[in-house]
Each structure stands twice: as C-alpha cells, then as structure tokens.
C-alpha cells in the first residue's frame, strides 16, 4: 500500500508514525513545501534568538529513517488528481498513491485593505519563511506595526519589544488576547507588554495603508490617526491552505470536509488538522491525523475526542491556560480565586465546571480538563478550588485506583 502525506504538522508527522506501526510494510512519503521540519508554534522563539531553526524541530532528525518515511522537502504540491489517484507537486512532478491525506494546515490571512497584499515589507507569522523574513527586516527596522492583538500577533510582538524596536499593536477588540483569555487575565499581558514598551490601539480598525517605493510606511486607521512604520505583521486569522485542491473533485467548505473517519467525499483521501475545519490545535490535529492514518490503513476508528484547550498563554513569565468558556453566559455563574499573581475562575453551569482559566498557577490542568470534557458534576459542599483528583478517584475491586 501506498500512502502519501501532504504536510509535514503535527497531523502529517502523526500519521506518517502511525501507518508505520500499523502497516510495517507499506510504503509512505511526505511532501512538503518546508525545507525543515518545525513546529510553527515556537516561531517566535527563532525570531527572539531563543532557538536555532534545527531546534524548532518536534520530532528526532532520525525520524525518516526510523520510521522508513520518504521525504520530499521544499516542494509545493500543485494539484491532485482523484481520478488518477496522483498528486503534482515541484516543477511538474507526479506522485501516484493507494492512500492520501491531506495535511496542510491553514495560511496567514492577510486582509485586500490597502497595499497589505502587494507591499515587500508586510509579512504574516505562520511558516519559517515568514519567521526569516520578519527576523532579517527588523535587523533594520525600527517600527513595527502589528495587526490583531491576538496569540499570533503578541507572539510576533514579543521577540520585537525585546530587540528595543518600537510595536504598535492595533485590535478590534477592545482587550488584547479576547479569543483566548477574559477581561481580568488579558489584562495582566497588557500591562506586562505596555511596560515593555508595546502601544495598543485598542478598538481600532485599519482603514489604509501609506505606500512609498512598494513598502508601507504607515498603517492608517479607521479614526484617521496614521502608525508610521518599517514594516508591518499581520496577525488577524489564518484561512486553511485548500487552494492546491481546486478542481480535484474533493469537497470543500472553507476548509475541507470529512467524515468521522476523517475521510473525504473521495474514497481514500483523508484530511487532518487545521484543513478538516477541526479543531487544529497541536494535540487535536495529531489525534486526527493518527485516526486518519489507522483508517487509511483498513481500520475503522472515528474521531470523537473533540473536546480542545484553548492555547497557553506565556509571556514574560506569567503562564495561563483556559479551557471551555471563558465567561458565564445566562444560567452560569462563576467562582473566581486570587492570590497574588495568581488568579483562577471557573465557570459553572448547574453543577458542572464547563470552563476554567489557570493564570500563575497551571497546575492540575490535567484534572480540570477531565472534569470539563466528562461533564462530571462538583462534589457537593466542597469548595471549586480546592476540588481535586482525590475527590473523583476510587479504588476498584482489584484494588487498582479509576476515576470515578
């Protein structure tokens, strides 16, 4: 059988792992138009000089010939072909395959507003080629504006503050991080990175761009206030990487759609990942793509595990993590704890936690996440925050300890 992985994420290097110790004998290649592997969620880190790009790598550089795993890096696939069962990738170059999944992730998004599309010197924060780039410029940059305060664009700003450039950060929003965080804990970053020398522009929107000699000079925004700049970072969502696919037959809805199998409407062409329109997180998208990669290989196993952390904060030395909802609707209510730097709330809905936040102290997260995502109602009497595994396990007739 052969199997043929587009992507080398966390879904295509999960899956590449998987056929291989399902299926000793089949023969499996990976196609990607990255030179390296890397885990684009530690970009900002090769920009800060914290990591080398060989030390972006998420698996050993044994990991070809370990798991007898072809490689072709450095080349964009172009086009598939369903009928033939082949994949065009490079200069013209076709690949036939038994098995294929599709793994590509999403792309930075970068909005038709003014010269955002056509300008050298704006960039987005999703590739190593993006990293490079915004690491060279802003050897000679001296301000820098950011588009979205969100994870991507504080993580672009962050390693900028430190190199002393100067950041302008413009948000729709009236918070910074309101995806990911709520009022009270998005507000310990915003003070962390004002003091760091970091402007927000808070409930503003760009409305145009200032162009001279093909670059954007200034950013201009929607109440006429104009952001001078060397260079510019777009951070305002990502758009899953489906363009490759157009005329394959392959159905697709944004991003691209799949069963529970993680199969298409094309028999044996799988997706993972942030393309499936799943939850594409790091943990999400290699649970997919090792769902994909047992039933690509006859197995028949469903992808149910839908339950997602929202992404951990941590910048200057202050750590959070969410799950669930980040604030209580109608019927909810809240228990909020704090103490120091520390400051932890959940949400209740009836008698059961459906989100937590964990910031200074992430500790038990495990626990939290098991509460959430099994839906087990709080042991009556007994204070939120001082629940913990010991109220939920048992010892079973054979002595063992389960959760109960």
């Not at 808070?202 to 000079?217: C, I, R, W």
């Not at 730097?341 to 200074?360: D, E, F, H, R, S």
Request: net charge negative.
């Amino acid at each position: 059988m052969t199997h043929v992985i587009i992507g080398s994420g966390a879904a295509g290097m999960a899956a590449a792992k998987t056929i291989r110790e399902v299926d000793p004998g089949a023969e499996i290649t990976i196609i990607t138009g990255d030179a390296a592997i890397y885990s684009s969620c530690m970009l900002h880190q090769y920009i800060d000089n914290e990591r080398s790009e060989e030390a972006l790598a998420f698996v050993g550089g044994d990991f070809f010939e370990k798991y007898r795993v072809n490689g072709i890096m450095g080349k964009f696939v172009t086009g598939v072909d369903t009928e033939k069962r082949t994949v065009k990738y490079g200069a013209g170059e076709e690949l036939a395959y038994d098995r294929l999944l599709i793994a590509t992730g999403s792309k930075g998004f970068v909005p038709p507003l003014g010269a955002l599309r056509e300008a050298e010197n704006v960039y987005t924060l999703k590739t190593m080629t993006d990293a490079v780039k915004i690491k060279q410029t802003a050897e000679k940059a001296r301000s820098v504006v950011i588009i979205g305060a969100g994870l991507i664009g504080l993580d672009a700003a962050y390693p900028l503050l430190h190199a002393g450039k100067k950041v302008s950060v413009v948000e729709l929003s009236d918070r910074v991080l309101s995806i990911n965080l709520d009022r009270l804990s998005a507000a310990t970053y915003q003070k962390k990175f004002e003091e760091a020398g970091c402007t927000f522009h808070l409930g503003k929107k760009a409305a145009d761009t200032v162009v001279n000699n093909g670059m954007v000079t200034a950013l201009v925004l929607d109440d006429g206030q104009k952001l001078e700049c060397d260079m510019v970072i777009v951070a305002v969502g990502v758009k899953p990487a489906v363009d490759f696919l157009e005329g394959s037959g392959i159905n697709i809805d944004r991003s691209v759609v799949v069963d529970a199998f993680m199969e298409t409407n094309i028999k044996g062409v799988f997706a993972a990942g942030d393309i499936a329109g799943l939850s594409g997180i790091w943990p999400n998208a290699a649970a997919q793509g090792r769902v994909a990669a047992k039933n690509m290989c006859g197995e028949s196993v469903e992808y149910t595990d839908k339950f997602a952390a929202k992404n951990t904060v941590n910048f200057f030395g202050t750590v959070t993590l969410s799950l669930g909802k980040l604030d209580a609707g109608e019927g909810d209510r809240e228990e909020i704890f704090q103490s120091g730097n520390v400051y932890k709330k959940a949400v209740i809905t009836g008698n059961t936690v459906t989100g937590v936040i964990l910031q200074g102290d992430i500790s038990n997260s495990g626990f939290w996440q098991q509460l959430i995502k099994n839906k087990v109602p709080l042991k009556e009497g007994r204070p939120v925050f001082k629940t913990s595994f010991a109220d939920y396990y048992s010892v079973d007739t054979e002595g063992r300890y389960a959760w109960a």
